[in-house]
């Protein structure tokens, strides 16, 4: 039972844009029972691809650099609250 709703929900967050950082799926216990699943690896591997998209697009569009120092000005903020 537990496979199969770790399967659903996976589907549900792709569709619904959620899942966008990868990494994270490594993490969540929810989808142990499926980590060796090929439609999981599929997913892990488009997630991967997206991301991949994106990066080349916000770097094409010189901006990679600006993004880059405010997420790094966010993370340096978060840790000193």
Known sequence: MRYWLAILRLKLQIRNGG????WSLAQDPTFEPVRDDPRFTAWVARMKEDLARQRD???AEGIAA???SMI???SRA???S
């Open 57 to 59: 697009r916000v770097e």
């Open 19 to 22: 899942y966008r950082w990868y």
């Open 72 to 74: 790094a000005a966010g």
């Open 78 to 80: 978060q840790t000193k």
């Open 66 to 68: 600006v993004l880059d």
